[in-house]
T-cell receptor
Framework: AQKITQTQPGMFVQEKEAVTLDCTYD???????LFWYKQPSSGEMIFLIY??????QNATEGRYSLNFQKARKSANLVISASQLGDSAMYFC???????????FGQGTELSVKP | DAGITQSPRHKVTETGTPVTLRCHQT?????MYWYRQDPGHGLRLIHY???????DKGEVSDGYSVSRSKTEDFLLTLESATSSQTSVYFC?????????????FGQGTRLTVV
């Protein structure tokens, strides 16, 4: 079974600063994948970034990067140069070896201050 | 945008009545998921499907059943709705079991049980 824990219910960041959203996971699968999604106040779910457990490098997508520390079972999302439009809920998710069951965490609400 | 539609978008129902939510996709994706979203709990997996007539339970399956008789439709049924099932329900689809395949989400259904 897989589990995701996001321990920061809410966070604030100043515009143009970087912010790290924490995600820890638990799985017994030797191979797994980790996702981050963004949910603005409008409600849609937007895929941001993916990290595979055997990927040699940390994933990056524009201003988003993933700080993947396999031994610590953490997959933190780093947003550089925060923008007002980054204010949203952010969800971390994991998928296991079988590739079917996709499990999400509780989410972190990020507020970007001008 | 992935072709995924949820219906209805909003529903108010009385305790004890049956309710069926529909998820329809035009992408021919193999995997389909039902989640519920509640404050403080994030997205919790109810059931998912990995093919026609192939389904499996998620984290919070009690009180819910699903059916998938066609690739494009995944139905979520609350046999006898309770107030604890008041929530926002999201359907998601994924193309394959490969771990790096992201999920695409519907717009959500807001269900209120009174």
């Amino acid at each position: 079974a897989q589990k995701i824990t996001q321990t920061q219910p809410g966070m604030f960041v100043q515009e143009k600063e970087a912010v790290t959203l924490d995600c820890t996971y638990d799985t017994s699968d030797p191979s797994y994948g980790l996702f981050w999604y963004k949910q603005p106040s409008s409600g849609e779910m937007i895929f941001l970034i993916y990290q595979g457990s055997y990927d040699q490098q940390n994933a990056t997508e524009g201003r988003y990067s993933l700080n993947f520390q396999k031994a610590r079972k953490s997959a933190n999302l780093v947003i550089s140069a925060s923008q007002l439009g980054d204010s949203a809920m952010y969800f971390c998710a994991i998928i296991g070896n079988q590739g079917g069951k996709l499990i999400f965490g509780q989410g972190t609400e990020l507020s970007v201050k001008p | 945008d992935a072709g995924i539609t949820q219906s209805p978008r909003h529903k108010v129902t009385e305790t004890g009545t049956p309710v069926t939510l529909r998820c329809h996709q035009t992408e021919n994706h193999r995997y389909m998921y039902w989640y519920r979203q509640d404050p403080g709990h994030g997205l919790r997996l109810i059931h998912y499907s990995y093919g026609v007539k192939d389904t499996d339970k998620g984290e919070v399956s009690d009180g819910y059943s699903v059916s998938r008789s066609k690739t494009e439709d995944f139905l979520l049924t609350l046999e006898s709705a309770t107030s604890s099932q008041t929530s926002v329900y999201f359907c998601a689809i994924r193309n394959s079991g490969l771990q790096n395949t992201e999920a695409f989400f519907g717009q959500g259904t807001r269900l209120t049980v009174v």
